[in-house]
């Protein structure tokens, strides 16, 4: 709980942050939206294989220098894996994310963005056939990991992004002795709407 609040505190502070540097650039003013898009999930371990599954949320884009930016993002995103093999198992994760992306403006319409990004745990089971197991306690409810993409928008509203999510931090919250980690990864690409 402490771990949400803190992402929850991250978050107001960024957009609170965004209202006073937005006074201050005044050509350049914080810009909401809203975006969505495909995620490819994995897991690190070598009997998984890509996930597809979905994200979306909204974002601030606040200019902090004349080609720098932060965007702040709240997204629902759904992660997990499936397994290789005969059977059909699947792990279906559903996180909350907050990414925190600093972008640079390579082009006037094309960025370049990296940072870290802060999951909170929602719901996590494990679908094999038609049975679900509900599987969340089995699971740490905090992921960390770092983002690296790139967008473009076509006009001054609508865009398109693409971006890897590397997961830092082992999910499992008890891995037996001598097993190898495993860790979120999400190759996700999406549209994007500016107010």
């Not at 719901?123 to 509900?134: F, I, L």
């Not at 082992?170 to 994007?192: E, M, R, V, W, Y």
């Amino acid at each position: 709980m402490k771990k949400i609040l803190f992402g929850l505190a991250l978050v107001a502070g960024t957009f609170s942050f965004a209202q006073k540097t937005s006074s201050n650039t005044a050509s350049s003013p914080v810009r909401f939206g809203l975006k969505a898009g495909l995620n490819l999930s994995s897991f690190t371990d070598s009997d998984s294989k890509s996930k597809a599954g979905f994200y979306g949320g909204v974002f601030a884009n606040i200019p902090v220098a004349q080609d720098f930016s932060v965007q702040p993002e709240v997204l629902y995103s759904g992660m997990g894996a499936k397994y290789k093999g005969n059977t059909d198992l699947k792990a279906n994760l559903d996180y909350i994310a907050v990414p925190v992306m600093f972008q640079y403006n390579a082009l006037p319409n094309l960025y370049l963005e990296a940072g870290p990004q802060f999951g909170f745990l929602v719901s996590a089971k494990a679908k094999y056939n038609s049975s679900s197991v509900d599987i969340k306690d089995g699971l740490k409810t905090f992921d960390f990991g770092l983002g690296l993409g790139a967008g473009y928008y076509f006009t001054q509203n609508i865009g398109v992004n693409v971006r890897y999510v590397a997961g830092l931090t082992d999910i499992n919250k008890d891995k037996p002795s001598g097993a190898d980690s495993t860790k979120n990864g999400a190759f996700q690409i999406g549209l994007a709407y500016k107010f």
